[in-house]
């Protein structure tokens, strides 16, 4: 069956970097658009970052642009997401998302950015 499974949360310092995985099964992953979406406490899921299926275009929103990157290796089916001089207010759950005609998601990992 599809399995999307993220990992690399945790605990940080302001100012410090995680590398985000998501290991995709189940599906051709390379024929899919892969996503980092996050969603904090009380707010609306947001999309992070999105790759083209073979990895050429990314897209990032502002509040990350020059921080964050999105890549993806589909020889091993799965999408990173290296995030450096972290914020407290990128704190939050992040989830990967697959998109083609319909989208797969994970469970998501937890991000905390705090002194």
């Known amino acids: 069956q599809v399995q999307l499974v993220e990992s690399g949360g945790g605990l940080v310092q302001p100012g410090g970097s995680l590398r985000l995985s998501c290991a995709a099964s189940g599906f051709t992953f390379s024929d899919y658009v892969m996503r980092w979406y996050r969603q904090a406490p009380g707010k609306e899921r947001e999309l992070v970052a999105s790759?083209?299926?073979?990895?050429?275009?990314?897209t990032y929103a502002d509040s990350v642009k020059g921080r964050f990157t999105i890549s993806r290796d589909n020889a091993k089916t799965t999408v990173f997401l290296q995030m450096n001089s972290l914020k407290s207010e990128d704190s939050a759950v992040y989830y990967c998302?697959?998109?083609?005609?319909?989208?797969?998601w994970g469970q998501g990992t937890q991000v905390t950015v705090s002194s």
């Open positions: 998302c697959a998109s083609l005609r319909s989208s797969y």
């Open positions: 790759i083209s299926r073979n990895g050429v275009t990314t």
